[in-house]
């Protein structure tokens, strides 16, 4: 079993930076693709950001040049920091990781974490 802890949201003004971890723990052997989702008030779920286990990345056109995804692969973490934060980036932020274990791949959710941007 594979848990995730997602932190680092919160309310910031436009024009402001927050940076989101989610750590991954248990029975892993290796995680694949890393990725950041949000979901916006009557909005259906949208990619963020994806980094694969070879450092390559992707964003959605509205965050490119303004998000940047990392992970550090000793500590089963990735990284989103955001700058210059805009109002429609308000939404909960998920983190997908596609997760090696034991029994096979699998892929798992983090909780949701709350980013508000204030106009």
């Known amino acids: 079993q594979v848990h995730l802890v997602e932190s680092g949201g919160g309310l910031v003004q436009a024009g402001g930076s927050l940076r989101l971890s989610c750590a991954a723990s248990?029975?892993?052997?290796?995680?694949?693709?890393m990725g950041w989702y949000r979901q916006a008030p009557g909005k259906q779920r949208e990619l963020v950001a994806a980094?694969?286990?070879?450092?390559?990345?992707n964003y959605a056109a509205s965050v490119k040049g303004r998000f940047t995804i990392s992970r550090d692969n000793a500590r089963n973490t990735v990284y989103l920091q955001m700058n210059t934060l805009k109002p429609e980036d308000t939404a909960v932020y998920y983190c997908?990781?596609?997760?090696?274990?034991?029994?096979?791949?699998?892929?798992?959710w983090g909780q949701g974490t709350q980013v508000t941007v204030s106009s």
């Open positions: 980094i694969t286990l070879g450092g390559w990345t």
């Open positions: 248990g029975s892993i052997f290796s995680i694949n693709d």
């Open positions: 997908n990781l596609e997760v090696l274990e034991r029994t096979g791949k699998n892929a798992y």
